[in-house]
């Protein structure tokens, strides 16, 4: 953040405002807590995951994250008008097509709108007039993360009696600057970067390197078979022109 950035959110803080740690697991969020709990009085803290069903993260995620902070982890599960659990692969299942990046749908319906339906019922249970969400995004992902403003109020979470904030401590940091946050916490990140994976979302993310669904393949090859089963049943490829398995086969021919 900006040096001005910086000293507004050391005011809002100071003055009481509620600070949510939006954390998936990964190396990202898990450097995210570490540098926001040296920052934020753990009473001020919250800390949050958007579960996507199906077991399509990585094995263990949510074991991973709760080893690793000092709160309760708040899990948004999302459910459908009918109440059963409203996961990813049943949405892709019946909108009969896969996320895209121009079409993000996996993002909005089961991560950020459930996590943000979380952050507000905790922030009205607490009377928290600021709410500031913190995400692990990084400049150094890519040049749309770069773009990204790094501390603003978003006016469509806002109302008369709660000003709410999105934020990105670490934007700048690098990977080596993360693990090593990591470290100097005395913990160690998610496993699957130990086999490797570059990043960890979901197994098999439609953003995801070829590296990571080769990966992803090898450690989990009966989701991957889960994936390339709804590929053919609902007629749609797993990115434009190009399924899962072509990917998957190509890159270990």
Known sequence: MKLAEQSEFNRLVSDGAL??????????SQALYAIVSQRVPADQIVVVHADLGDQVEHLGVQDHIRSNIDHELHVAAPIWKDGTPKTLLAAIERRGKWP????RYCTSDLKRGPCEKVIRRIAKARGAGVV?????FRAEESAARAKRPT???VERNSTR?????????IHAFSTKQVFDTIALAGQEPHPIYATGNERLSCVFCVLGSTNDLVNGAKQRPELFQKYVELEDRIGHTFRAKQS???????ATL
């Open 19 to 28: 600070v949510v740690v939006n954390h998936s697991g990964g190396k990202d």
């Open 100 to 103: 895209s990046a121009a079409q």
């Open 132 to 136: 500031i969400n913190c995400f692990g």
């Open 151 to 153: 501390f603003h109020k």
């Open 161 to 169: 009696d709660r000003d709410w904030y999105d934020c990105s401590p």
């Open 244 to 250: 899962l398995r072509a990917i998957v086969e190509g």
